[in-house]
Structures are given as structure tokens and as C-alpha cells.
């Protein structure tokens, strides 16, 4: 039986996005908004499984569902290790463009609210 017939529009599925992903019909998705876990930066309830090579996992079925034209919104940051920033959210710009063929639009950049406190080896970043 084909995967792709067992999803159904307008419902909300709790499993892997991966595998979720992978039982929907390609180009079929017009926006995904998302906020993966990050460096680990959030805490979610499967996080302990996320590196980069499950990130490429993801970042391919994303781009097998977005429909032409079709947009993801990816909100990521990079975590702070030996006062430098890792450069994660980078690699996965860079990954999306190299190697999935999709373009970067904009970076959006916001100030957040209920920010922790300094670091005294840095800057202070009130923003994501």
C-alpha cells in the first residue's frame, strides 16, 4: 500500500516529522513554520536525538513536500560555547541552499523578551 494515502488534510498527526513527512504526497505543502531543537538550546521531548545528520533528514523531506514556490520558515539560533557562537544556523541556511536548491528570502531578526542574564566573557544578545 502507499504511505502517501494513509495522511488526510486538516489533521493533526503526533509521530516523527520524518516519518510523517515521508507518508505525504511531495509538493504538497505550501508553508511550514518551525523551531527545531538547536545546539542544544530547547528542550523537546526527542531532542536528545538531534545533530546535524538528522537534520539533513529533515531538511530533505521537508523540501520533497513543499509545493514550488512554497515556504519554510526555519527559526534557529546557535549556541554559545567557550564565548563563541557555533555557527549552526549557518550550516543550516547553507544546507538548504546547497544542497535541497532552495533560496534564502529574508533573515528575520527580532528582540526577545525574558532574556537570561549577561555572560561576563560577552555581549549581551537581546535578540534571535
Not at 25 to 33: P, W
Not at 38 to 50: E, F, I, P, Q, V
Not at 85 to 97: H, K
Request: proline fraction near 4%; include cysteine.
Amino acid at each position: 500500500m502507499d504511505s502517501t494515502l494513509r495522511m488526510k488534510a486538516n489533521q493533526i498527526y503526533n509521530q516523527n516529522c520524518i516519518e510523517g513527512m515521508n507518508a505525504m504526497n511531495a509538493e504538497s505543502v505550501d508553508l511550514c513554520i518551525t523551531s527545531p531543537p538547536y545546539d542544544d538550546l530547547r528542550t523537546y521531548n526527542d531532542s536528545s536525538k538531534w545533530d546535524f545528520n538528522v537534520f539533513q533528514d529533515v531538511a530533505q523531506a521537508l523540501t520533497r513536500v513543499l509545493k514550488p514556490g512554497g515556504v519554510i520558515m526555519w527559526n534557529v539560533g546557535d549556541s554559545t560555547i567557550n564565548g563563541s557562537e557555533t555557527g549552526s544556523s549557518f550550516r543550516q541556511a547553507l544546507y538548504f541552499m546547497e544542497s535541497c536548491g532552495l533560496k534564502l528570502h529574508d533573515t528575520m531578526i527580532y528582540t526577545k523578551k525574558g532574556s537570561s542574564l549577561p555572560d561576563p566573557t560577552r555581549y549581551f544578545q537581546k535578540f534571535e
